[in-house]
T-cell receptor, first 111, second 115 residues
Framework: GDSVTQMEGPVTLSEEAFLTINCTYT??????LFWYVQYPGEGLQLLLK?????DKGSNKGFEATYRKETTSFHLEKGSVQVSDSAVYFC??????????FGTGTRLKVLA | EAGVAQSPRYKIIEKRQSVAFWCNPI?????LYWYQQILGQGPKLLIQ????????DSQLPKDRFSAERLKGVDSTLKIQPAKLEDSAVYLC?????????????FGSGTRLTVV
């Protein structure tokens, strides 16, 4: 069945460092891909999305490109801030619109 | 616009007791989902509604979990009887029909602890 694999955390970075969180997927067909962020004590918030191959999603300085050839959707940010500390979830949406989430990657940014 | 409302925020119960969670989706969102998020894991879909009809409940443990969505708006998720392994955050999400590929809106969740 469909699945999402993302790098294990926690990831600890200094402020202004470059961030990459890897995400790969297995799916039949052409899923939509998402990154969600979960701040402490809050629900999941949509960070960015891409609905077809080669699309680039971007928001708040974060970017991810839908790579069909490598079945990947890695999250990147050029300069992280302390306020980016959260858990990041990669997810895919299949043709029935069900989401399949990865296990989440905790990011901790130190001042 | 108002977000997805869930209550209660926290609940502690003893095993074998019953518990119910409530969700009010964004106005006009016909599609509603309940997800279970166990600590350290990604959310897992329990049930999906389209208006007041069930679209998918294949991963709902029907011997103890039930859900309903009367009048196609609010929804309740019930666990009876609860087990220790039901300790998790229960997330409700909603979306417009045919807009699911553009993302859901999640509520803040209900954190359930079964002792």
């Amino acid at each position: 069945g469909d699945s999402v694999t993302q790098m294990e955390g926690p990831v600890t970075l200094s402020e202004e460092a470059f961030l990459t969180i890897n995400c790969t997927y297995t799916a039949t067909g052409y899923p939509s891909l998402f990154w969600y962020v979960q701040y402490p004590g809050e629900g999941l918030q949509l960070l960015l999305k891409a609905t077809k191959a080669d699309d680039k999603g971007s928001n708040k300085g974060f970017e991810a490109t839908y790579r069909k050839e490598t079945t990947s959707f890695h999250l990147e940010k050029g300069s992280v801030q302390v306020s980016d500390s959260a858990v990041y979830f990669c997810a895919l949406s299949d043709r029935t619109y069900k989401y399949i989430f990865g296990t989440g990657t905790r990011l901790k940014v130190l001042a | 616009e108002a977000g997805v409302a869930q209550s209660p925020r926290y609940k502690i119960i003893e095993k074998r007791q019953s518990v119910a969670f409530w969700c009010n989706p964004i106005s006009g969102h016909a599609t509603l989902y309940w997800y279970q998020q166990i600590l350290g894991q990604g959310p897992k879909l329990l049930i999906q509604f389209q208006n007041n009809g069930v679209v998918d409940d294949s991963q709902l443990p029907k011997d103890r979990f039930s859900a309903e969505r009367l009048k196609g708006v609010d929804s309740t998720l019930k666990i009876q009887p609860a087990k220790l392994e039901d300790s998790a955050v229960y997330l409700c999400a909603s979306s417009l029909p045919r807009q699911e590929s553009y993302g859901y809106t999640f509520g803040s969740g209900t954190r359930l602890t079964v002792v």
